[in-house]
C-alpha cells in the first residue's frame, strides 16, 4: 500500500503544478494575444503615417500647381490690363489697330499655352485679333461679353470654358471690359487658353495610375481633368465630393473621397486660387497609396503569425516538460538583456534630430535641466544661444522644402563646428530655430560665440533672393545668468529670456545678434551675471 503521510505532500507538489501549467498557460495566450494587438497597432499606425504624408504631398503638390496657374494668369492678366490701356487711350485707328495686332501675335509666341487675343467692339465683332484668318462671328452671345457688358467692374473675368467657333477647339476665356471715356460700355479684350494645354502641364505631376488633377472654377464649372476627356469640360461639378469640401471647408482641404465620375476613391487636396475664381485639386488612388504598405503588412503579418505559432508550439511544449522551466526562464532573461539592450540604443536616437543629425528638443531640454541645478549648486553662470534663420518661410517658397532641409542641416553643421568645447551642445528647437548651451560662460563669452555662429552662417554664401542680404543669415539672442532658484523655473526662465533677445534681435533688422539689456522684467530664479 502506498505511504499514505506522503499524500498531503504529493497532493501540495500537484496543486502547485497545476497551477504552474494554469499560469504557463494564461501568460502564453495573454503575450500572443498582446503580440497581435501590437502588430495590428503597428500596421494601422503605418498606415494613417502614409495616409497623412501622402496627404501633406498632394497639399504640396496643389500649392505647387496653384502658385504656378496664379502666375501664368497674371502673366496673360498684363497683357490684357496693357490692350486695355492701349486702346482706351489712343484709340483704333488704322496705325494703332496694325501696332496692337503685331503686339499680340508676339504676345502669343511667348505666353505657352495660348490660343489667341482679341479686340472686341460694343456689337461683340472682333476688330483686333491674333489669329491671321478674318473672324466674321459675332460673341455678343457668350457668357463673357454679356458679363462685360453687364458689370462694370474693371476687372478681370474668368468665364467657362467654350469651344472655338472656327477651329472647335476647347478654350478657357480670360477677359476684361473696355470703356469710353464716358465710362459706357465699349467692348472687351479677351485671351484664350487652350484647354489641352493643361493636359501637358499636369501630366509632369506624379500622381499615380489611378491619380487625378482637377481644375475648376469656383462655381463648380470643370475646367480640365486629369486623365483629359473632352467629354468632362464645362461639366458641372458643384455637387462632387471636392466641391462638397470645398463649401464646408474653405480655400485649402484635404480628404479621402470617392469620385463620382469613376467610382474610385483617392486622397484629394485642393487648394482655391488667391487671386482668381479657380481651384485646383490633386489627387492619388487610396489603392495606390496602400499598395506598398499592403506589401510590408502582408510580409510582417506571415511573420508575426509564425511567430506566434512558434510560441503556441513551444507553449505546449513547456506545458508537457515543466521541468525547463528554468531553462525557458534563463533564455527569456537573456531575450530581455538584449532588448533592453535595444532599447538603450534606441534612447540614443531618440535624443538625435533625425532632419539635423544634431541633439533635438528632447535632449536639449535634459541637458539644460541638468546644467541649470548644477550651475545653481556651484554658483556658476550658464549661458544659452538661440538663433532663428532670417526669411525661411521666404526661403521653403521660392527653392522648396528639400533645398530648405538641406539648408537647415547647414546652419546646423556650422553651429555645431562653432561650439568648442565637449560640454557645449549644440540642439535644434524646432523648426528653423536652433540652440547653444554654454555651460560656465559669462555673457561676454555667449556673444562671443553667438558672432561667430551668424558669421559662420553668412560665410556661407546659402543664395537666399528672399533675404535683403541675398544670402542666408541667422538672427540670434544671447544671455548669461546665475541660476538661484529650482533648475525646472531656471530652465523656464533662461529660454524665456533669450528667446525675447532672439526676437529683438529679428525685429531690429535681423542678421545680428541681440544681448544687451532686457526687454521685459528680469526673470525670477537667476541673478544677473554680466551685461555686454
Known amino acids: ?48 503615417q502614409r495616409l497623412a504624408d501622402t496627404g501633406v504631398a498632394m497639399a504640396n503638390m496643389s ?37 496692337l495686332r503685331t503686339h499680340v501675335k508676339s504676345v502669343m509666341s511667348q505666353i505657352e499655352g495660348m490660343y489667341g ?22 460673341y455678343n452671345d457668350r457668357g463673357y461679353f454679356q458679363y462685360h457688358l453687364n458689370h462694370p467692374s474693371r476687372a478681370t473675368h474668368i468665364d467657362k470654358p467654350v469651344r472655338s467657333r472656327t477651329t472647335g477647339v476647347w478654350v478657357l476665356p480670360v477677359s476684361r471690359r473696355l470703356n469710353y471715356p464716358n465710362g459706357d460700355f465699349a467692348g472687351i479684350v479677351l485671351a484664350t487658353i487652350r484647354i489641352d494645354y493643361f493636359t501637358a502641364l499636369y ?42 469640401m470645398y463649401r464646408a471647408s474653405g480655400a485649402v482641404g484635404t480628404a479621402l473621397l470617392r469620385a463620382r465620375i469613376d467610382n474610385i476613391e483617392r486622397l484629394y487636396s485642393y487648394r482655391h486660387f488667391s487671386t482668381y475664381p479657380l481651384i485646383i485639386a490633386t489627387a492619388r488612388s487610396k489603392e495606390d497609396i496602400l499598395a ?28 508537457r ?41 528632447r ?24 538663433l532663428d534663420v532670417d526669411f525661411f518661410k521666404r526661403y521653403n517658397d521660392t527653392y522648396g522644402h528639400v533645398a530648405g532641409d538641406a539648408c537647415l542641416r547647414k546652419v546646423a553643421a556650422t553651429l555645431q563646428s562653432a561650439l568648442a568645447r565637449p560640454a557645449d551642445l549644440a540642439a535644434r528647437f524646432g523648426g528653423e530655430e536652433f540652440v547653444a548651451l ?14 561667430r555662429i551668424r558669421a559662420s552662417v553668412q560665410a556661407l554664401s546659402i543664395e537666399h533672393s528672399g533675404n535683403p542680404l541675398g544670402v542666408v543669415t541667422i538672427s540670434a539672442g544671447a544671455y548669461a545668468a546665475v541660476p538661484t532658484g529650482p533648475g525646472e523655473d531656471a530652465a523656464i526662465a533662461l529660454v524665456s529670456h533669450v528667446d525675447t533677445l532672439l526676437y529683438k534681435a529679428k525685429n531690429s533688422g535681423r542678421n545680428q545678434v541681440c544681448s544687451g539689456e532686457a526687454v521685459v522684467p528680469y526673470p525670477s530664479g537667476f541673478a544677473l551675471e554680466s551685461r555686454a
Open 1 to 48: 500500500m502506498p505511504d499514505s503521510s506522503n499524500s498531503p505532500k504529493i497532493s501540495r507538489l500537484t496543486a502547485k503544478k497545476r497551477s504552474a501549467v494554469r499560469f504557463a498557460i494564461i501568460f502564453m495566450s495573454a503575450f500572443c494575444i498582446s503580440l497581435l494587438v501590437i502588430h495590428i497597432a503597428s500596421i494601422w499606425h503605418a498606415r494613417s
Open 321 to 361: 516538460q515543466i521541468v525547463i522551466r528554468d531553462r525557458l526562464e534563463s533564455e527569456l532573461l537573456e531575450a530581455r538583456g538584449k532588448l533592453q539592450h535595444q532599447n538603450r540604443q534606441l534612447s540614443l536616437l531618440a535624443d538625435c534630430d533625425g532632419l539635423t543629425q544634431i541633439a533635438n528638443r
Open 363 to 386: 535632449r536639449f531640454d535634459q541637458a539644460l535641466a541638468q546644467e541649470a541645478a548644477r550651475a545653481a549648486r556651484r554658483n556658476l553662470p550658464l549661458a544659452l544661444v538661440m
Open 203 to 244: 501630366k509632369g505631376f506624379d500622381v499615380g495610375g489611378a491619380g487625378t488633377i482637377l481644375l475648376m472654377l469656383d462655381d463648380g464649372t470643370l475646367i480640365h481633368r486629369l486623365p483629359y476627356q473632352e467629354e468632362h469640360v464645362g461639366a458641372d461639378v458643384s455637387e462632387g465630393p471636392v466641391f462638397r
Open 63 to 99: 500649392q505647387a500647381l496653384a502658385v504656378q496657374g496664379e502666375s501664368a494668369l497674371q502673366a496673360v492678366d498684363i497683357v490684357l490690363a496693357s490692350l486695355v490701356e492701349s486702346v482706351e487711350a489712343d484709340g483704333l485707328g488704322e496705325q494703332d489697330a496694325r501696332r
Open 292 to 319: 506598398e504598405w499592403w506589401e510590408t503588412t502582408l510580409f510582417q503579418s506571415a511573420v508575426v503569425l509564425s511567430a506566434i505559432l512558434l510560441l503556441i508550439v513551444i507553449g505546449s511544449r513547456l506545458i
Open 438 to 451: 554654454l555651460p560656465e560662460t559669462d555673457i561676454e563669452g555667449a556673444r562671443q560665440v553667438a558672432e
Open 117 to 138: 487675343f482679341f479686340v472686341m467692339d460694343a456689337d461683340g465683332r472682333s476688330i483686333i485679333s491674333s489669329v491671321d484668318q478674318p473672324i466674321l462671328h459675332r
